[in-house]
């Protein structure tokens, strides 16, 4: 055992030499030592990992609670209206009665509402100090509805839509920044999607200048597309789901997506009365029946109309169409009031469409068509605004506050 313990240790000191090695030349620290260090590292190691762990968790904490929210309690930053003043931006709707003539006039604080604006580099958008909470911005859209849209003593309307319409976008970039959701959210939705649609209506053919209406489109489009995804998302009840699952369809009639999304509802809400009616206008209008689409129409609420508006140049323009084919004969002839019927018109106004489609009208208040003779007006010829008896009718003496609200 000696001699074999001998012979170990003789090989070795051959091999790891003890006092000359290499590695203790370079200050390398002994066996023991070694070990020591190494498990003090590998446990510093294991710290650090720790720590690395201990911090990204508390990154993605931190970055789920790293949505602002807003503490402004005022329709209009004190900020904004300060520089806005400053810089002479206040809309005439928003200065402070009395100073209107001033070389600058100042902001009532009660009236102003905080603007759109676009995002910029450097430029930041989450301060606290700057965002509404939810309340606050439910409560400036009522103020935009009550106080501006239903005014009966602000015009022209163009303008009224113009400021209405920007404070909306202000109103929606808070909601995003913040991430809003639930019931405020919805509320604010529902009466920006309601105002949209009126909008639609009533500034029909007016200049581009005053009124764009595809950008009223894309913002309609895109606040409807929110809330049907609130509806769907979100488990608490909503009373006014039917109506704006209906609007989105008589909206966008035709649409195959519409349609799929309709279907895909449960049994419960596409057999309420606005889903089944909103349902049997688009099937009919995908079949090309203006006369059945037409007489369901009638039946639609104002907003509904509204809604609805867009697609009636379309459908009277089938109607003639269809009618110039089966009705093409030299002895036939088409009695005007029956048509203007038809076409939801009165028959001063039935007699101007028909000649513009190239549909002859005799002394005698009789059509004749022809297949032939039927012609597309030239652009800027049919103002779809003249051909609103339709939803003209329906509105009656509901006030726009009463509109949007959906207080019908």
């Known amino acids: 055992m000696l001699i074999v313990s001998d012979g170990l240790a003789t090989f070795s000191a051959n091999r790891f030499p003890s006092s000359s090695s290499l590695s203790q030349r370079r200050g390398a ?35 789920k609670e790293a949505v602002p929210r807003g503490t402004c309690q005022t329709m209009c930053p004190a900020r904004e209206l300060q520089d806005r003043e400053v ?17 600058r006039p100042r902001g009532d604080p009660l009236r102003a509402v905080k603007e759109y604006s676009r ?10 100090t700057d965002l509404r909470p939810p309340a606050v911005l439910l409560k400036t859209v009522c103020y935009l509805i009550d106080d501006i849209a239903a005014s009966p003593h602000l015009h022209p309307w163009t303008e009224v839509y113009s400021f209405v319409f920007d404070r909306l976008r202000g109103v929606k970039q808070d909601m995003i920044i913040q991430r809003v959701s639930g019931l405020n959210c919805v509320a604010i939705l529902e009466r920006t999607v309601r105002f ?60 195959a997506r519409a349609t799929q999304h309709i279907m895909e509802l449960s049994e419960r809400l596409r057999s309420s009365p606005a889903i089944t009616l909103a349902l049997s206008i688009n099937r009919a209008f995908l079949e090309r029946n203006p006369v059945r689409m037409l007489r369901l ?57 028909c000649q513009a489609y190239g549909v002859d009208v005799n002394q005698g208040n009789q059509l004749v068509f022809s297949k032939a003779a039927f012609t597309e007006p030239e652009k800027g010829k049919l103002h779809c605004k003249m051909y609103h008896n339709i939803v003209a009718e329906k509105q009656r003496e509901l006030s726009v506050g009463n509109i949007i609200h959906g207080c019908v």
Request: net charge neutral; charged share 25%.
């Open 29 to 63: 620290p002994a066996g023991g030592e070694w070990r020591q260090r190494k498990e003090e590292q590998w446990r510093g190691q294991g710290k650090a990992q720790a720590r690395e762990v201990e911090e990204d968790e508390s990154c993605e904490q931190h970055g």
């Open 87 to 103: 810089q002479n931006r206040l809309h005439r709707f928003e200065m402070l009665a009395g100073t209107e003539r001033v070389r």
């Open 119 to 128: 995002p910029a580099a450097g430029k930041d958008s989450t301060n606290p």
């Open 196 to 255: 949209l649609i009126y909008a639609s209506y009533r500034l029909c053919g007016e200049p581009l200048r005053l009124y764009d209406p595809r950008i009223n489109d894309t913002h309609l489009q895109e606040s409807l597309s929110w809330l049907l995804d609130c509806y769907a998302t979100e488990t608490a009840p909503h009373p006014n789901q039917e109506e704006f699952q209906a609007l989105g369809l008589l909206y966008n009639l035709g649409s």
């Open 297 to 353: 129409a009638r039946r639609l609420n104002f907003i509904q109309c509204c809604a609805l508006h867009r697609h009636l140049v379309t459908c009277r323009r089938d109607l003639l169409l269809i009618y110039s084919h089966g009705y093409c004969s030299r002895n036939c002839r088409f009695p005007l009031d029956r048509l203007a019927q038809l076409l939801s018109l009165d028959t001063s106004l039935a007699a101007r469409l």
